[in-house]
């Protein structure tokens, strides 16, 4: 009678996965914690629409940095909500829950992530390495003895791996995602405008206007935020030409991961990449014009995967309905 349970722990979002149904929770990864009584106030959304409006007492804050649990506690009340929010309060079967990591996760990381799982009520918990997770979930034949390279790009971590029969060949994960990019645009509006701004505003900006080369046609946006000298609200209006100036640096950063994985792979595989292309996953892989980038950078043409932001999560879906096909080379149980 035990049910399944796959989950995307990610940076930014945490979403979840069940056989059978689907996508069934999608919420923000973070925690409200009222610090006079170290009470938890809130998680998810209602959490989120916190960051940067609380009170002195009260913090709105990610339990979870760069991929990896940065926050034990508050990490394993958070997963015992989504598995409650999912399986409804009266459920009396512990569930088994299969749980992304990071390419570039330490035994000592993983096992604090499977051991908040147990904690938070799963039955047995399993972890599976991104790259891996997104390949299924993009549709990918990884057990084939064929090259596949497949760069996740999420809130926290860039993780690049190349993948033949169902192992990773060579892989990497940089600190360098999403987030990094929201304070990159924090960063520039504040040096070159004068503006303050919150992550939500930076992040609003990456989305609407965002973009990883140059646009023919410019868009642009009103940006409203603090002024940093006089203290007082005030609106600009920013171009893409200059996000993509704000973002080039952290970008560099993933183009040079995905070229010391391509450095680093045997040449039989390198060809078989060459032919089949770069496969993006990811939510942040879906700023405008990255794969074109990732192409005049390494010269193979990349892919944006069919329903980018949810590959892993599916991933994690197939992964426990074919558990026997994947555990050799996929799943480290506890």
Same mark, same amino acid.
């Given at each position: 009678?035990? /049910?399944?349970?796959? %989950?995307? &722990? ?5 979403? #979840?996965? #069940? ?5 069934? &929770? ?13 009470? %938890? ?41 989504? %598995?409650?929010?999912? &399986? ?16 570039? #996760? ?22 599976? /390495? ?31 791996? #190349? ?42 900006? /990456? ?37 993509? /100036?704000? %973002? ?26 060459? !032919? ?47 558990? !026997? ?10």
């Amino acid at each position: 009678m035990a /049910k399944k349970l796959g %989950i995307d &722990l990610g940076t930014t979002n945490i979403l #979840v996965f #069940v056989p059978g149904k689907g996508i069934v &929770l999608n919420e923000p990864s973070v925690v409200a914690v009222s610090e006079s009584d170290n009470k %938890i106030l809130a998680i998810g959304a209602e959490a989120k629409i916190m960051i940067g409006r609380t009170p002195g007492d009260i913090i709105a804050y990610r339990p979870m940095r760069d991929g990896v649990i940065a926050d034990y506690r508050v990490t394993e009340a958070m997963l015992r909500h989504y %598995i409650d929010k999912t &399986l409804g309060k009266w459920n009396f079967f512990k569930p088994d829950v299969l749980i992304s990591v990071p390419a570039g #996760v330490t035994s000592t990381e993983r096992r604090a992530v499977v051991e908040a799982a147990v904690k938070a009520g799963a039955r047995n918990a399993y972890v599976v /390495k991104e790259p891996i997770l997104a390949a299924i979930g993009a549709g990918i034949p990884i057990q084939e003895a064929a090259g596949h390279m497949i760069v996740d790009i999420g809130g926290g971590t860039t993780d690049v791996a #190349v993948i033949s029969l169902g192992g990773i060949v060579a892989s990497t994960s940089v600190k360098v995602a999403g987030n990094k990019l929201d304070v990159a645009i924090a960063d520039y509006v504040k040096k070159n405008f004068n503006l303050v701004i919150g992550d939500k505003t930076a992040e609003d900006i /990456k989305i609407q206007i965002g973009s990883a080369i140059p646009l023919d046609e410019e868009l642009v946006m009103n940006v409203k935020g603090r002024d940093f000298i006089l203290g007082l609200p005030r609106t600009i209006e920013l171009k893409t030409s200059e996000v993509v /100036k704000a %973002i080039s640096k952290e970008l560099r950063e993933m183009v040079k991961a995905v070229k010391e994985v391509l450095q680093e792979t045997p040449p039989e595989l390198a060809s078989d990449i060459i !032919d089949r292309g770069i496969i993006m996953t990811g939510g942040s892989s879906q700023l405008r014009n990255l794969p074109e980038l990732m192409f005049r950078r390494t010269g193979v043409k990349a892919v944006l995967a069919k329903d980018a932001y949810f590959c892993v999560v599916k991933g994690t879906g197939i992964a426990l309905d074919h558990l !026997d096909t994947y555990k050799k080379s996929v799943i480290s149980k506890r």
